[in-house]
């Protein structure tokens, strides 16, 4: 089963990508997180999309999609995959279903989790505050806001696309943890 996670910085989609790779074998697949490391390890990549992490802009759609489309390749996603950070414009979700018929592959669900804007910019000072010298480069009140505006204006726009395939399971992710991850038990038991 393929997966994509969905929803604005700070909805907690890594926490549930995290708990669905231990509980069921499915491959997280965190954007945010390979490009991390290509920065960490200063690779050729890495040292072209610093400052774009930084100030909280995308990264160009031919990067993502050549990363992702080569990552869904390997061993580990056989059993499936959890997309956590992508698609994060029409483009790419246009690319994805393109590469993914190409492999004879498909996405099962879309999970949306929902939340409440104020709320949401209270969770990721926290987790500033709580990461002190650890923090996120990019978790910081200023890119926050860029992050934010970019996600209104070119990563929702990804919803109708989903919306129109019917594959949107919408979940309320102001909840506990447990709630959240219990809710989508229940998608994938059904
Ligand atoms: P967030 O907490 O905002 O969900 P991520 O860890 O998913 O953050 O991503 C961090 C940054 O990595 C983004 O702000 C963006 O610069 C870059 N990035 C991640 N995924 C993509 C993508 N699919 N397309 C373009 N840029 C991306």
Same mark, same amino acid.
Request: glycine letters at 8%; aromatic letters at 4%.
């Given at each position: 089963?393929n997966l ?8 907690g989609?890594?926490?549930?990508a ?13 954007t945010?997180?390979m490009?991390?490391?290509?920065? &960490?390890s200063?690779s ?29 390749d ?26 993914l ?15 409440d804007?104020?709320?949401?910019? *209270?969770?990721?000072?926290? @987790? ?13 009140? *200023? ?7 970019? %996600? ?16 949107? %399971?919408?979940?309320?992710g102001?909840? *506990?943890?447990?709630l959240? &991850? ?7 038991? @059904?």
């Amino acid at each position: 089963m393929n997966l994509i996670i969905f929803g604005p910085p700070g909805a907690g989609k890594g926490t549930q990508a995290g708990i669905l790779e231990s509980k069921h074998g499915l491959k997280q697949l965190s954007t945010g997180d390979m490009l991390r490391g290509e920065i &960490s390890s200063d690779s050729d990549l890495g040292k072209k999309v610093k400052d774009i992490l930084a100030r909280g802009d995308l990264v160009s759609d031919d990067i993502m999609i050549d990363m992702i489309s080569n990552r869904i390749d390997q061993d580990d996603c056989a059993k499936g995959f959890i997309l956590d950070g992508f698609p994060r414009t029409v483009a790419q979700a246009n690319a994805l279903d393109e590469m993914l018929s190409k492999k004879g592959k498909q996405i099962d669900h879309v999970i949306l989790l929902s939340v409440d804007e104020t709320a949401l910019l *209270e969770r990721i000072r926290m @987790r500033i505050k709580q990461s002190g010298q650890d923090a996120r480069a990019d978790d910081n009140e *200023e890119t926050l806001k860029n992050r934010l505006e970019v %996600y209104r204006e070119q990563t929702a726009p990804v919803l109708p696309y989903y919306e129109e395939k019917e594959l949107i %399971y919408e979940i309320d992710g102001m909840q *506990e943890i447990d709630l959240v &991850s219990e809710e989508i038990e229940n998608l994938l038991s @059904r």
